[in-house]
Structure formats: C-alpha cells, structure tokens
C-alpha cells in the first residue's frame, strides 16, 4: 500500500483498488508459488523498502516477467533496486525461462535506466499503463540465455 500511495503512476493498478481486496487476496498473492514477492528490508530503520514480483508463465515467450519492481524514495540509488532486480533476475534463470520481460512507464527514466544496466532492452511494444491515465508503459526484455 505504501509503494501505491507513493508513486501510484508505477503500478497498473490504484490504491483504492488494492485497498478494496480482502486480506485473503493478498495472502493468496504472498503465497502463490508462480508469483513469489522479493522485498528488500533495512533492518535497523526503514523496515521494508523494495518489492518486486517474479511472474512464472513457461507458456509466454519470455517464461518470466519482473512487476510491482518498487524502492522506497529513502533507499533510491542505493543499490537496493539493482538489487531486487538481480535477485528476480536469477530466480527467473533458475526456473529454466529463456528470457524475463517487464512493463515500465516511459516516463520513468530512473527506472528504465536501471533495467538498461541490467541488461534489458525496449522491444519496441507499448501499452496505456490503465484506463485513467495517459500513461504509457515501455516493454522490455532480457534474454537469460
């Protein structure tokens, strides 16, 4: 909720929309084993400060996509995101996928600089990031071969 009430232009989805589930939807997401959630925690401080969501889907042509990717404003060019990225990254080429995609707005350079160093390139795909915005979201991609 934190990350949505911060930079709610990050997500697809709205805050009122994530505060309208139930808490079942959220333990099903926190336990759903295509889907694991990665978070970054500083430990004597901030608490939790990075997400991000290993999407396994064998039968897309990636076979995995990195969302929710999120850094608290405090922990930014930290690391942190780099990070998280790896981390979904190496699960991703563990579970055998040939590549990972992600969706990120085109407006968020920080961001699509980070995955540019990360080795992910823009595959020229674009997508409204919701219905309520004219936000574009930017598809990138990252072969793990």
């Known amino acids: 909720m934190r990350a949505l ?3 709610p232009d990050a997500f697809g989805g709205t805050l009122a929309e994530a505060e309208a589930h139930p808490d079942e939807v959220w333990q ?4 759903d084993p295509t ?3 990665l978070v970054a925690e500083a430990i004597h401080t901030d608490g939790l400060i990075g997400m991000a969501i290993l999407a396994l889907a064998p039968d897309e042509r990636a076979g995995a996509s990195l969302y929710s ?3 608290a404003p405090q922990a930014r060019e930290q690391g942190v995101g780099a990070a998280l990225v790896d981390a979904v990254v190496d699960r991703a ?3 055998g996928c040939p590549a990972i ?3 990120v707005t085109t407006t968020n350079t920080a961001a699509i600089a980070l995955y540019v160093r990360k080795g992910f390139a823009d595959i020229g795909e674009r997508h409204p990031l919701r219905e309520d915005t004219d936000l574009v979201i930017q598809i990138m991609e990252k072969s793990l071969s």
């Open 28 to 31: 099903a997401r926190a336990n």
């Open 101 to 103: 995609g992600l969706g």
């Open 69 to 71: 990717m999120w850094v």
């Open 93 to 95: 080429r563990a579970a």
């Open 35 to 37: 889907a694991p959630i």
């Open 5 to 7: 009430a911060t930079d």
